[in-house]
């Protein structure tokens, strides 16, 4: 069982430069997440999606794109990259359960990004 | 959306009782509290979830009083890898889960 699945692990791309984070789930979780995190920080909620085909900003959107391709995947694009965005992306799932009970957050093991 | 507040750093020994107090104030009637577990290089990982009184697992206890503005994470007898960030959550589904990490509160364990 994997779980959450992040490709790839470790990037480093130039200021301008795009590219686009994978995240694929196994679990036939409803519920998607993209969150960064900085050094000696927590976790910031950049977009989440509730269901396939929809998508919704967290915290932090500015600079970010997501894709909910199909339930399994939903990806994290940076058109533009700035050395701001150096973090550590972090994708999550969970499932929706009847009302009065909540699933727990299923993390990958995170993307490192830096921009130079 | 409730916030919370941890202590920033805990040191303990191992073998001892660790309890980590979480304040999230302003939670909300349908919100529930969340541990997660973090190691370095590692995503967060689900320890323990409550609404109220005491949830325990084979992990951890939580403990959550009647007003549900804190709450307690207690690890018995710690070890060595217990060492982690660990992040207390409030929240609940609203159709998108929003919820806040904070910086979390780092757990170091000695010999």
């Known amino acids: 069982n994997a779980g959450v699945t992040q490709t790839p692990k470790f990037q480093v791309l130039k200021t301008g430069q795009s590219m686009t984070l994978q995240c694929a789930q196994d679990?036939?979780?409803?519920?998607m997440y993209w969150y960064r995190q900085d050094p000696g920080m927590g976790l910031r909620l950049i977009y989440y999606?509730?269901?396939?085909?929809?998508?919704d900003k967290g915290e932090v959107p500015n600079g970010y794109n997501v894709s909910r391709l199909n339930k399994r995947e939903f990806s994290l694009r940076l058109e533009s990259a700035a050395p701001s965005q150096t973090s550590v992306y972090f994708c999550?799932?969970?499932?929706?359960?009847?009302?009065?009970?909540?699933?727990?957050?299923?993390f990958g093991n995170g993307t490192r990004l830096t921009v130079t | 959306l409730a916030k919370t507040t941890q202590p920033i750093s805990m040191d303990s020994y191992e073998g001892q009782e660790v309890n980590i107090t979480c304040s999230h104030n302003?939670?909300?009637?349908?919100?529930?509290i969340t541990w997660y577990q973090q190691f370095p290089s590692q995503g967060p990982r689900f320890i323990i979830q409550?609404?109220?009184t005491k949830v325990t697992n084979e992990v951890a206890s939580l403990f959550i009083p009647a007003d549900r503005k804190s709450s307690t994470l207690s690890l018995p007898r710690v070890s060595l890898s217990d060492t982690a960030v660990y992040y207390c959550?409030?929240?609940?589904?609203?159709?998108?889960?929003?919820?806040?990490f904070g910086a979390g509160t780092r757990l170091f364990v000695k010999a």
């Open positions: 999550a799932s969970s499932i929706r359960v009847a009302t009065g009970s909540e699933s727990p957050l299923h």
């Open positions: 302003n939670i909300a009637t349908n919100d529930y």
């Open positions: 409550g609404y109220k």
């Open positions: 999606s509730a269901s396939e085909g929809t998508t």
């Open positions: 679990m036939n979780h409803n519920s």
């Open positions: 959550l409030v929240g609940a589904y609203t159709g998108g889960f929003k919820t806040i």
